[in-house]
């Protein structure tokens, strides 16, 4: 595998980790930007210094944020902040690459969850490809095993797609604590955002969802958000928890995906299933046509583990 020339938007844990891990790969990152700076340069930025540049003084580089979409790249890395509806900045960011015949590769949800149809049709009049292994699960290789198995030979993904909850909920159970406490815990640890409401609701495990529905659906409908079903967690009581114990059981944020549906609900799981994965850990059940049920599990979350798979499917470019 030859190295590619990579240009990183996104200066958060993901796109940093990316910066920051890229020469491990084998691969140059010759522009780099946040949302009012960038760094590039053509035999590749220093990474080390655009990262403690972003720390000390809020940018990585002297430049405009636009030269980074103009410089000279293979691959566009879209790490930006995933946002809703229109899915912009991303996906702007998305078809100026296409447009100009490079590569892309999503750790941003936005595009694909909101906007997949249009990225599709984007891709089918390029020269570059589009991957997005990292927008759902982190580190754990879904996407690229639906790939490998055909999303037609897959008839649904189901599991815990988002740590935060899942930490919640485990430690409601494990400790009998009440969901305002646990919750401030997270917070206190990093866990949950000072504003959890994308995890605790359950809309960060739908948009997962609804990209997984889009995978399998193979074009013949497109998902967005709005066609979800989600109920997040912040309804879940302590007693439920402790009555579901008694039963041998807990309660998991579990979302499922098919051809033909998208939900995302508190649900019963036994507590020695699969499913009943505790702390941040993520996991993904395929059912599948000939292999039976697969499960995936791992660190659905964080900076290098993202960037793991951003970098992965960077590899998997002709």
Known sequence: MSGKRLAVLGAGAVGGSVVELAASYGHTVTAFADSSSAAVAADGVDAASALARKNDEGVVGGADPEDA????????????????????????????????????????????????????????????????????????????TIEDLSPSHVSAARGVLNGTANFVLSRMATEGLDYEHVLAEAQDLGVAEADPSFDVEGTDAALKCVILSNVLAEGEREYTLADADVEGITNVPGSALELAAD?????????????????????????NAALAVSGTRNIVQLETEHAGQLNISGRGAGGPETASAVLSDVGRLD
């Open 69 to 144: 979409l103009s410089a000279d790249y293979d691959v566009l890395v879209e790490a930006t902040p995933t946002t809703l509806g229109d899915a912009e900045p991303g996906f702007s960011h998305v078809r100026h690459a296409l447009e100009r015949d490079a590569d892309v590769v999503l750790a941003n949800k936005g595009p694909v969850a909101e906007r997949y149809a249009d990225v599709m049709a984007l891709e089918r009049e390029s020269e570059g490809a589009v991957r997005f292994e990292a927008t759902v699960g982190g580190a754990i290789p879904v996407l690229s």
């Open 247 to 271: 039963e041998g059981q807990t309660i998991r944020l579990i979302g499922e995906a098919t051809p033909d549906s998208v939900r995302v609900s508190p649900r019963l799981v036994p507590q």
